[in-house]
Structure formats: C-alpha cells, structure tokens
Nanobody, 127 residues
Framework: QVQLVESGGGLVQAGGSLRLSCAAS????????MGWFRQAPGKEREFVTA????????YYADSVKGRFTISRDNAKNTVYLQMNSLKPEDTAVYYC????????????????????WGQGTQVPVSS
C-alpha cells in the first residue's frame, strides 16, 4: 500500500513563506514524477508544480512561477514545496501526488496521470 503524507501546512500571513513536505512509503516504484496540487474552497483541484525522478525537470503553474520551488530527496522518499511571497489567493488544501509510471513532460500537469495522493494539508494565507 502506497502512502503519501503531507506536513508543514498552517496559517501564514501574506508575503510570508512556508515549506511543505511529502513523505512517500510503501513502494520503491512510486514517485516517478511527484507533484503538488491544490484545491481552494468551491474550486476544482488545480496543478501547482511537479518534478521528475532525477529532479532535473520541473514544471510550474504560471500562478506560482518565481514564488514556489519544488525539490525532492529520493534517499528520504520525500518531496518538498517551498512557498515564498504567499498571497491570499494561494489559500487552499495542498495535495501531494505521485505517478506510478513514467510520464511525458507535457503530462506533468495532468491530474489523471497521478495514481497516488496524500490526504492534503491546509494552507490559509491571511491578508
């Protein structure tokens, strides 16, 4: 059974920073690509960022480009999301996700390509 467990969420003021972590366990094959998605109240889940197995490829949604940074430590089976210059519109539940198989770079933002999901961590950003 593959499990993804997020941590690091919490209330933060606009302009502040937060670092989310996602620890994967249960399979050595999980996490060919790992990504972060978010879902704000009343909205659909949206792509935030993703990273390849080696870490050499990353992809960001335009809304977070230049403010968020994804990284991973395969030795620890952990992926990180460093969020800087947070805005109230970043308020959402943030989900970690992992693919089961290799996917093309053009599919990094495709929610259907991710087989494993964490339970989510809340990030409220106050104005």
């Amino acid at each position: 059974q593959v499990q993804l467990v997020e941590s690091g969420g919490g209330l933060v003021q606009a302009g502040g920073s937060l670092r989310l972590s996602c620890a994967a366990s249960g399979s050595t094959f999980v996490g060919i690509v790992m990504g972060w998605f978010r879902q704000a109240p009343g909205k659909e889940r949206e792509f935030v960022t993703a990273i390849s197995w080696s870490g050499s490829l990353t992809y960001y949604a335009d809304s977070v480009k230049g403010r968020f940074t994804i990284s991973r430590d395969n030795a620890k089976n952990t992926v990180y999301l460093q969020m800087n210059s947070l805005k109230p519109e970043d308020t959402a539940v943030y989900y970690c996700a992992a693919t089961r198989y290799r996917v093309s770079y053009s599919d990094y933002a495709n929610v259907k390509k991710y087989h494993y999901w964490g339970q989510g961590t809340q990030v409220p950003v106050s104005s």
